[in-house]
């Protein structure tokens, strides 16, 4: 195991360790929010107000959304802390694995599904007609990037779930650097649009996944997992669901 990778949360100071572990959350959520503010300062200095409102009007039924999916990989990931921390690490392993298939199956569901009634959802939510395709435009391409989402945020959390909260933040504000280069790119270079914002929220988090993804299958040797780990086990499913729907429920 890379010692630099993961951290045993059972072992030293308790307020040293919920200190060391809690600051780069704290620093997160704030990146996260710096994520939505620029994307709304880029699109209304460059696009105008309606295509602001637009992107406004996407609020609600973002965070309904892609809340809930970021509320799942948060709860899938307490199982795996837990073995962790157990020291059982073939079972953490299986849950580990289990994530990927429920994660593809979630994923490919709630992509295809709010992808399909997307237009339905903002008629529902009486979006004025002078800013509707502007929001259709925009929420059409994050819905489409549900799986990078998922991808970034079970990755992050598995690091986290095994004490290392910097890495995810090092990503994060990596992403967040990505985001505002891309906004600016697509807004005003290729002249996209708000689906150009979209484009570079989407983007910035696949690659953000992409880098845990590398990180972890080079850090993270304890991750490294067998054949016969990888084997599809419903009751591993069953208590993945029952920590992560709840959590998703509560986000969103």
Request: glycine share 8%.
């Amino acid at each position: 195991m890379a010692k630099s990778a993961t951290k045993d949360m059972t072992v030293g100071s308790p307020m040293k360790l919920i200190l060391s572990f809690s600051m780069p959350l704290l620093i997160g959520f704030i990146f996260q929010q710096f994520y939505s503010v620029v994307d709304t300062f880029i699109v209304g200095r460059t696009l105008g107000m309606n295509a602001l409102a637009g992107v406004g009007a996407t609020g609600s039924i973002n965070f309904l959304i892609v809340g809930f999916v970021m509320g799942v990989c948060g709860g899938c990931v307490i199982p795996i802390a837990q073995r962790f921390g157990a020291k059982d690490y073939s079972d953490m392993r299986r849950y580990v694995a289990n994530c990927v298939w429920l994660g593809i199956v979630l994923s490919v569901v709630i992509t295809v599904v709010v992808c399909i009634l997307c237009r339905d959802i903002l008629m529902w939510m009486k979006t004025p007609e002078d800013i509707f395709e502007y929001s259709y435009q925009y929420i059409f391409i994050v819905f489409l990037g549900i799986p990078a989402t998922y991808l970034y945020n079970i990755l992050s959390g598995i690091m986290r779930s095994m004490g290392n909260s910097k890495i995810p933040l090092v990503f994060l504000i990596i992403s967040s650097a990505i985001n505002i280069a891309l906004d600016l790119i697509c807004i005003i270079n290729l002249h996209m649009g708000v689906s150009g914002a979209a484009v570079a929220t989407v983007a910035s988090q696949l690659i953000s996944g992409i880098l845990c993804l590398i990180y972890m299958m080079k850090k993270f040797e304890i991750l490294h997992i067998t054949k016969d780990e990888w084997k599809l086990s419903m009751p591993h499913i069953g208590i993945l669901c029952a920590m992560g729907v709840p959590m998703g429920l509560q986000y969103s």
